[in-house]
């Protein structure tokens, strides 16, 4: 199921990805690039993603590291 996780106050996407890791009850870690993993609404990246970190109504896909 896809999870979405937005930034507030001072959060950017590493420290929201960072927190994503920390907080993980299954001990998955998460990977996002935030220059290539920026994606859009429906796009590929966007549906195929593991999870989504919305910062400033903006969109980053997280994948699990396999």
Same mark, same amino acid.
């Given at each position: 199921?896809?999870?979405?996780?937005?930034?507030?106050?001072?959060?950017?996407?590493?420290?929201?990805?960072?927190?994503?890791?920390?907080?993980?009850?299954?001990?998955?870690t998460?990977?996002?690039?935030?220059?290539?993993?920026?994606?859009?609404? #429906?796009?590929?990246?966007f %549906?195929?993603?593991d999870?989504?970190? #919305?910062?400033?109504?903006?969109?980053? @896909? %997280?994948h @699990?590291?396999?």
């Amino acid at each position: 199921m896809l999870s979405f996780y937005l930034c507030r106050g001072n959060e950017t996407v590493a420290s929201m990805l960072e927190r994503i890791n920390k907080e993980d009850t299954d001990g998955i870690t998460y990977v996002c690039d935030e220059v290539n993993d920026h994606c859009f609404i #429906n796009d590929e990246k966007f %549906v195929n993603a593991d999870k989504i970190i #919305n910062y400033h109504n903006e969109y980053w @896909a %997280v994948h @699990a590291v396999k």
